[in-house]
């Protein structure tokens, strides 16, 4: 059972550091690789960024709607380094090790609590990484993402599915899922309920286009993204969902807390997001203990750090 | 403008891509100024998050056998590259060019840009 967290220590950080890099800059597809995939019936990928280039909308938006299987992916959803406004990393991750974010090119408004709050917080990415060893990353070991990670990291395939009363987002990453009421029902009172991994979500139309979710609750020992940023229980995160035509939608997530944050601050602005076919079989995308038990025996950070195996 | 061009172009671009993407991996367990290019045959090929990785046994200077590990990215991103769990079959005879090798002397390496299975350059 101690096997476990290193083992998902040392996978998370490989995995940051491997995807953050090839997604940050996506390798082209060769016209073969995309037809067999276009074939698939099971495990589709979805298409690279220059197959939506001058794609024109195939019909309207519909009113009221975000259902569907969705891509962060072509748009650089895959944010190792932090989120798309606010990555932590330098162009290649050189810098590491240090104790502050002032190496970073677009830097977040901290209050000196907000500062003192992210020293505490050891990642394995971005200016401040340190060795995978050292890291107190909360996903390290084992602990949900939480949420407004699932969107500041793996930003990949999801699917927003309409029930009664609620949207349910179901995530390719870790297969986790989110629920936002939209039945007209107030947030809770944050020191009347528990703290959630996810947080409590409302959300309501506020034109035929755009869905506005208000989130609360999040339980603070989440970070707000891979590089160890940090958030009160009092944090608010706002979304807008705005569906531009049936093909495309934008997503702003801003987050709120002005105890860590002088102001507010836009993790993803009209981050743009591709609508997939509603044939697309989402590829499972777990890190099991099992699997990454093994990687971590005989790749991971036992197998190259020091004298190896 | 034939296809011979074309392919060259592709070959190019995947190259001009991919080599900036791996150098990034280069933390201190990894040394990118090292990117060999080794021979041998393959034993498995495991298809498996967090990440995908290959083993094949290769010959030293010394015609000792010597058991290589490489590792891909997570199965989204190789199935995206085309890569399915029958990419590298054991048995399969492979030249592999690294994009990086762990410092410590282990024979284990990240994929580089080029990889051939049984005389054939893998496509991205």
Redesign the interface.
Known sequence: MQKYPIAFAG??L??M??????????????K??AE??AKRRW?N??P?KAAYANRRPSRPAPKRDLSGIWDG?AEGGVEGNGPHEYPAGDN??QISGREDESAVKRQLPFTAAGLAALKKNKPGVGVRSV?VALANDPVNTGNPQGFPRMLFYEL??FEWAQLKGQWIYLD?FMQNYRVVWADGRPLPDINEVEPRWFGYAVGKWTDDYTFEIDTVGVNEKTWLDNPGRPHTYEMKVHEVWHRLDYDTMELTVTVDDPKYYSQKWNGLEKFIVHRLPDTFDM??????GL??S??DD??G?K??????? | MNNRFLTCVLMAAVLTFSIPALAHHGNASYDVTQKPTIKGVVTEFIWANPHCYLKFDAKDENGNVVHWLVEASNPPDQTREGWTKNTFKPGDEVEITMGSVARNGQPIGRFGSRIVINGKVLKG
């Open positions: 996978a998370l490989a995995t550091l491997l995807s953050s890099g090839l997604y940050a800059q996506q390798a082209p597809q060769s073969e690789v067999a995939l495990n990928s979805p690279v992916t290649g991750n060795d990949r395939v390719q590829e499972e995308f777990i890190y099991s699997e990454t093994d990687y005989l790749l950070t197998a190259v750090i020091g004298k190896g195996k």
